[in-house]
């Protein structure tokens, strides 16, 4: 397929470098708000690129991934010039309706992952979730998945709000723990790197064992002596606050 990419941030790059890797497309463009960002992913891609959406050449599938907000403004324009093309969104959070009224082939096109642009990763382990106005577009966005990814799963708008949301749970509030533990550790000259052996474990466990099984810690039994004392130690009160939240959930959950 011929497909253009609307976007060039952490997300696209990745997913830009796994379609031209797939080699059964071209990518025939970049469009991006931005000249440095376009020009970037284009020159890792060895495509055109442009600023302007009324430069946006030909292509059977346009892959947007850009801010929810963007994603919006985006679409009537784009479908008006393009108006037989596949439209995908590749946001969690965004129902697939956002197109209705404006595209008459559309869906959703969202690999769950955490993206940097500096970052490698295997597409081919990424779960993605896709859905559809019609079974035709279905077929399409099923059939692109699977030459990036080797786990393609349909799922409808309501279903992929939930998963998002426990997307957030699972990696940004967990990434925010890391921050938070690298903050307590700083002042003591403690280098972060000493709890990446922790962190690893703490993955691994969850491929053999449900989450609720495998929580340790002052938590589970609700050590007040351990926890008080801790709390002390907090200076900034929102992470206090966090420290006590969670500490009660775990108690509470199990």
Known sequence: MRIGLIGAGNLMTNLGKALASAKEHEIV??????????????AVLCTPFTTDLDC????????????DSALESLIPQLTRLHPDALFLHTAGSMPMDVFKGYGRHYGVFYPMQTFSKNKEVNFREIPVFVEANNENALEVVK????????????LTTEQRKYLH?????????????????ARVLEPQGIPFNVMLPLIDETARKVHDLSPHDAQTGPAVRYDENVINRQMAMIDDENTRQIYKLLSQSIHDKL
């Open 56 to 67: 946006v050449v030909e292509a059977d599938v346009y892959i947007l991934a850009v801010k």
């Open 165 to 181: 949301l426990a997307a957030v749970f699972a990696c940004n509030f967990t990434n925010h723990c890391y921050d938070l533990a």
């Open 143 to 154: 059939n692109l998945a699977a030459t990036v990814s080797d786990a393609v799963y349909e």
């Open 29 to 42: 463009q970049v469009w991006s708000r931005t000249r440095e960002s376009a020009q970037a992913l284009a």
